[in-house]
């Protein structure tokens, strides 16, 4: 049996991260040596049966006790700003990152790439490059945990949340899901593959070819009907999809909210939660009509529309 | 030769009445006069049966996940069954035993002798608090033989309301009932403390293990609504399908979470801070000296109390909760560490200049500080948000709450009942068997614990049936430590029983202590004590200088 004591390390948050834990370490050794070394001093010497001078002392008991109220906490200080830090670096994916689709399922893990290559229980990722991860959930809550990059997220029905990890180590290492989600819980497992970004390019290619996320987004797009009224000239009063992604929406209700793949999903579910400002809700949900997989193809196709200007728009 | 000071003066009596009967003589040993009694003394007795077979089986649990545990492949039960094994072991060992451990216990038996009452403020509703405990517990035990539940303590959504198939509704009228048992008990502590105290016994000449039950029973009686509303919430959603956390029905699955660790933070304080008020009594006696910054000690307990409420979000930080609401929440769990390392720090000091006997209670006091002190620095790293993220949901986080928990309340409980037994029981236990087994308890504790902060630092997920081969290393030598640790607990169980019968009769005051309930026969008589004393000392008027013999030498 082998002894690790120490997970890979497969990027330079993880890099990070295990500063923090080493900074935590010589902490703890510190206050260890600070506590145990004069306990076990006193215990010794002042034991039962030990002569010893046991005249009580008069000691500035105020003072001591300001003094070890106060230092501990600006101590414990320096590591909270030190790990907020680490926390924000990690919880914010950087802007122009490559977006890989996640979606848990009791109990495995669908990813599907921008390309449209998808994969079950195994992420191939190009090393070198940020790579966000968009996940959600069909079920219950799970958690992406990626040990060897020190990130993890929970993946949650219902709604969107991301994880970033840049690789800076060519290898295959774990991927497990952190949060309890039922009976096979522990076989929610995989492996995340970092290569070469041109090993990457040929890997992606074999697995072609198949429409990328965004044909297969228009084509949904077109089979459910939404052009009908989101696209071109139609006769229905529907707000343009082109250029929305991304940018603040006003909506009927006066207040403003940040298109993104959550508004989108929301939109598509339950169209008369928020109603975009000047319009009536004549939308359909369509709750059980769409997969998350078809959700997250949805979205792609509405992102890509999001450079392009609004066509113009015929009132009747 | 000069004693130890008494904290009381006992008022001369002018015909001393004949001696009083001990409060197992009087009213006899029929069933009734125990199931219908309303002695806080024997109520406290009742207590520890209940609390011992839901300890039992909880630990059976714990025996049967650490054997499948021992292979990487879930080869001994099935998923669903290993499933049912640590929701069994999680739910039985949190409310039914260890809120109820010190609290119930100790508490009920000691709050009213300490503070020189007869009896709680309350004792019908300290005896309706037992049979709501038991009520809950069958529900429980119920739920755990007819199917069981596979949900984890924590029944997080939407799981637990749509998917799982288990009992998951007794096991949640289990826990609702067994909540207002702690409401009510809380309640009558905090009356108890307001209004029974001697003559002469005012807020700051009470002894530490009041000031903690007092900041315990607050979080019990304002948390545990929240837990009982939060879990008929999900009773309702399971039941009647109204959409509250599942987002199928509309619901919010992050909600849950915050509703249930509102409560459940507070209630890992319940789970140590009644730890350290038995810890400040054990200190002091034993170093024969007044504990070091009596004011500090007892009200940094009711800080980590108040502290404790605001903290809840950092069993969140990896959840999709705000990374600003992390950032809240990962400061106030710095600065409810402080208080408690402000303890530690006055314990040691306490040692100082004292004159240290090593007797069962005090080595099991001297654990728990070196166990505490494990927890409480891996608490930092956990709070520390970016690295939480990497060990949230892992055995890091297990081996941490193990340490508070069993190396820090089990620890002080099981110190705590060695040192109030011959007040409880009449009866000596053996002190060789006693310190045997505390050692044989803390090494197997830590062989247990240990191995579980580095296999989760290395990324084992917790709650996994099988797992990845390289972890197996540490598996096996917290597999091996169990057992110790199971012998551990094992000898006490016997050899105190055995002291019912065998053990030496023991006189009032074995261990020359302060406390007022050292000052009255043991056991003591139903009322407590022949006259109300009067208080006219600080706690802990010990002197070092003198030397003395305590029972056990």
């Known amino acids: ?316 | 030769m000069k004693t130890t000071m008494p904290q009381t003066v006992t008022p001369e009596i002018p015909n001393p009445p004949q001696r009083l009967l001990s409060y197992f003589e009087d009213g006899g040993q029929t069933l009734g006069s125990w199931l219908l009694t309303t002695d806080h003394k024997r109520i406290g007795i009742l207590y520890l049966y209940s609390i011992l077979v839901f300890f039992v089986i909880a630990a059976i649990a714990a025996a049967m996940m650490r054997m499948e545990l021992l292979t990487p492949a879930g080869d001994m039960v099935t998923s669903q069954t290993y499933n049912k094994l640590f929701t069994m072991h999680g739910t039985l060992m949190v409310w039914f035993f260890l809120i109820p451990s010190i609290p119930s216990v100790l508490g009920n038996f000691l709050v009213p002798l300490m503070l020189g009452a007869r009896d709680l403020a309350f004792p019908k509703l300290n005896l309706l608090s037992w049979y709501l405990f038991n009520l809950g517990g069958l529900l429980a035990l119920y739920a755990v033989a007819f199917g069981g539940v596979d949900t984890g303590w924590t029944f997080y959504e939407p799981y637990s309301s749509a998917f799982s198939n288990s009992h998951v509704v007794t096991m949640i009228a289990g826990v609702f009932v067994a909540g207002f048992s702690s409401i009510l008990t809380g309640l009558n502590f905090i009356v108890s403390i307001h209004k029974l105290r001697a003559p002469g016994l005012t807020w700051f000449k009470l002894p530490l293990f009041l000031w903690s039950t007092y900041a315990t029973s607050i979080i019990l009686v304002l948390a545990t609504p929240v837990l009982a509303m939060t879990l008929v919430l999900v009773a309702t959603e399971k039941i009647w399908g109204l959409g509250i956390f599942d987002p199928k029905l509309g619901g919010d699955p992050v909600l849950f979470q915050h509703l249930f660790w509102f409560y459940s933070h507070p209630a890992v304080y319940v789970m140590i801070l009644p730890g350290m008020g038995v810890i400040s009594e054990l200190i002091t006696c034993f170093s024969r000296k007044p504990i070091f910054g009596y004011h500090f000690v007892a009200f940094s307990s009711v800080a980590i109390a108040l502290i404790g409420f605001f903290v809840w979000g950092h069993h969140m930080f990896v959840s999709s909760q705000s990374v600003y609401a992390g950032l809240v929440f990962s400061l106030l769990s710095y600065l409810v560490a402080v208080p408690s390392a402000i303890k530690v720090f006055n314990w040691t000091m306490t040692l100082y200049r004292g004159r240290i006997h090593f007797d069962t209670p005090m080595l099991y006091a001297l654990a728990f500080i070196g166990l505490f002190m494990v927890g409480g620095l891996t608490g930092l790293f956990l709070a520390a948000l970016g690295f939480d993220v990497h060990v949230h949901g892992t055995y890091f986080v297990v081996a941490h709450f193990h340490y508070i928990m069993v190396g820090g309340m089990v620890t002080a409980f099981l110190g705590g009942l060695h040192y109030w037994w011959p007040k409880i029981t009449g009866r000596l236990y053996p002190e060789n068997l006693g310190r045997l087994a505390a050692l044989i308890i803390f090494i197997g504790f830590n062989v247990t614990f240990l191995p579980q902060f580095v296999v989760g630092y290395l990324g084992m997920p917790r709650r996994y049936h099988a797992y990845a081969p390289e972890f197996q290393i540490f598996n096996v030598m917290s597999s091996a430590g169990a057992s110790i640790l199971g012998i551990g607990y094992l000898l006490p169980l016997i050899y105190l029983i055995w002291s019912l019968k065998n053990g030496k009769k023991a006189p009032p005051n074995p261990w020359k202590a302060t406390g007022l309930e050292w000052q009255t026969p043991s056991p003591p008589p139903k009322q407590n004590f022949a006259q109300t004393p009067i208080v006219t000392q600080k706690p802990y008027q010990y002197s070092p200088e003198i030397e003395e013999e305590l029972i056990h030498g």
């Open chain 1, 1 to 316: 049996m082998n002894f690790p004591l120490f997970p890979a390390q497969a990027s330079k948050v993880a890099e990070q991260t295990d500063y923090i834990y080493w900074g935590l370490l010589c902490l703890s050794a510190a206050v260890c040596l600070i506590v145990f070394v004069p306990m076990v001093y006193f215990l010794f010497k002042y034991r039962n049966g030990n002569p010893a001078d046991r005249t009580p002392l008069e000691l500035p008991e105020y003072k001591i006790e300001v003094a070890w109220t106060i230092v501990p906490t600006l101590i414990f200080m320096c590591f909270y700003v030190w790990g907020s830090r680490q926390y924000f670096l990690i919880e914010r994916p950087p802007p122009d990152a490559m977006q890989i689709n996640v979606i848990g399922k009791q109990w495995m893990w669908k990813i599907q790439h921008p390309e449209g290559n998808r994969e079950i229980n195994e992420l191939h990722v190009p090393m070198g490059r940020d790579v966000k991860l968009m996940m959600t959930s069909e079920d219950v809550i799970h958690s992406f945990f990626l040990p060897a990059f020190r990130v993890k997220q929970d993946v949650v029905p219902g709604r969107y949340t991301t994880e970033w990890i840049n690789a800076d180590k060519i290898g295959t290492y774990h991927l497990f899901c952190s949060e309890y989600c039922g009976t096979s819980h522990s076989l929610m497992v995989g492996r995340i593959i970092v290569m070469s970004p041109a090993d990457y390019t040929s890997w992606l290619a074999k697995g072609q070819p198949e429409p990328s996320l965004v044909q297969s987004g228009e084509s949904l797009f077109r089979q459910l009907g939404c052009s009908g009224c989101h696209m071109g000239n139609s006769v229905i009063r529907a707000p343009p999809l082109e250029g929305v992604f991304g940018k603040p929406v006003p909506l009927n209700d006066r207040t403003v909210v940040q298109a993104d793949e959550g508004y989108i999903r929301d939109s598509i579910l339950f169209p008369a939660k928020q109603i975009v400002g000047g319009y009536t809700n004549d939308m359909p949900s369509f709750t059980g009509k769409v997969n998350e997989e078809q959700m997250l193809e949805l979205i792609a196709y509405i992102k890509s529309l999001e450079t392009q200007s609004p066509s113009p728009e015929v009132r009747p």
